[in-house]
């Protein structure tokens, strides 16, 4: 019941593209309902084993990255610790966009209010893959989030700052997650923060780009003793690219196993966003990219090859 009532507090309070809309709640008999949006895509696992080598390639694996990357940021800003992040749980929209789901094992608490990053220096020329920076030391920024949140004090920035909001505060001793993605902290019964959600993403980046996650065994408790104990490795062969090269550095930094060193620990999602890996991606327009896949146009196709049929068939198809 207790992590039941958690995902419906939690889909309240979300308003994300790529997060999902609670459309309504109800009970029935003995079963507490909730209606959400339908994701005809599936989910990435899934799509994952349907590639060559069940395996996505860099470019593809770099756009669902960047878009659950993004799906995080937005969570930490409202003190969310996701803490199940897998492809089982990242779903495909019909327009080939992503969509977390699962709340019942996050950790919810108060948002952190806005801190500056003083060593932060942006790069000219891609101020738009940052998650909010001001050019001009206006207030508009800092009157919205103190309406938003209203019980914290939300500093102004002054130029060339970054607007870091993580939820640092926010700690946990409770063991919970899918074993080949639970971080160090976790594995070996310590408390843990935000930090875990990007080992997390560390592991579904692996996964992605080389079909299986790096410190699965054949038994959970050996899954559990090579995340504290095996050294991180990738295949045999050579990076055939410079992206490989920087996908692997970024992974590298995200299965950092201490977790105040671990890429994130500092400034949050804006050490992993200006990682080379995203190197020319604007996060701000990232929801204009054309996905890799777009199950939609696939049903479409399908469903006017069905429309000379019966509609009895076109029935029983759909």
């Known amino acids: 019941m207790h992590r039941a009532e958690m995902e419906k507090k939690i889909l309240k309070m979300l308003d994300h593209p790529f997060l999902p809309t609670l459309y309504a709640e109800f009970e029935v008999s ?9 994701c005809s895509g599936g989910d990435l696992h899934s799509l994952r084993h ?33 803490r199940d992040l ?7 929209r019909s327009d080939g966009h992503i969509m977390l789901s699962d709340f019942d094992l996050s950790l919810c608490s108060d948002a952190v209010p806005a801190v500056e990053s003083p060593s932060f220096s942006p790069d000219s020329t891609s101020p738009s893959a940052l998650p909010y920076t001001r050019s001009h030391p206006n207030k508009t920024l800092s009157c919205l989030l103190n309406r ?6 939300i500093q102004t920035l002054s130029p060339c ?25 976790v594995a070996s019964g310590g408390s843990h923060g935000n930090g875990v959600d990007w080992w997390a993403l560390g592991i579904f980046i692996y996964e992605l780009i080389y079909g299986r996650t790096p410190f699965a065994a054949a038994s959970n408790e050996m899954t559990l003793r090579n995340i504290l104990e095996k050294p991180l490795s990738f295949p045999t062969h050579s990076p055939c690219s ?3 090269l920087h996908a692997r550095d970024l992974i ?10 671990r890429l994130g620990s500092k400034r949050g999602s804006a050490d992993v966003k200006t990682h080379p890996f995203f190197k020319g991606l604007n996060f701000a327009l990232i929801r204009t990219v054309r996905p890799p896949e777009i199950p939609g146009l696939r049903r479409q196709r399908t469903a006017t090859f069905y429309h000379s049929k019966p509609k009895s068939s076109a ?4």
């Not at 003995?30 to 339908?38: A, D, G, K, L």
């Not at 993580?166 to 919970?176: D, L, M």
């Open 252 to 261: 590298s930094g995200l299965l950092n196993r201490d977790p105040n060193t």
């Open 30 to 38: 003995h079963f507490s309902c909730i209606v959400m949006e339908y």
């Open 86 to 92: 897998k492809p089982e749980n990242v779903l495909v």
């Open 315 to 318: 029935f029983n198809y759909f």
């Open 148 to 153: 938003l949140f209203p019980s914290k004090r």
């Open 242 to 244: 410079s992206l490989e």
């Open 50 to 82: 349907k590639q060559p080598h069940k395996r996505f390639s860099l470019s593809t694996a770099r756009f669902y990255a960047a878009e659950v990357l993004v799906a995080l940021e937005y969570l930490h800003m409202l003190g969310i610790i996701y």
């Open 161 to 185: 700052r970054l607007f870091v909001a993580e939820p640092v505060a926010a700690r946990s001793c409770s063991f919970v997650g899918t074993h080949e993605y639970v971080a160090p902290e």
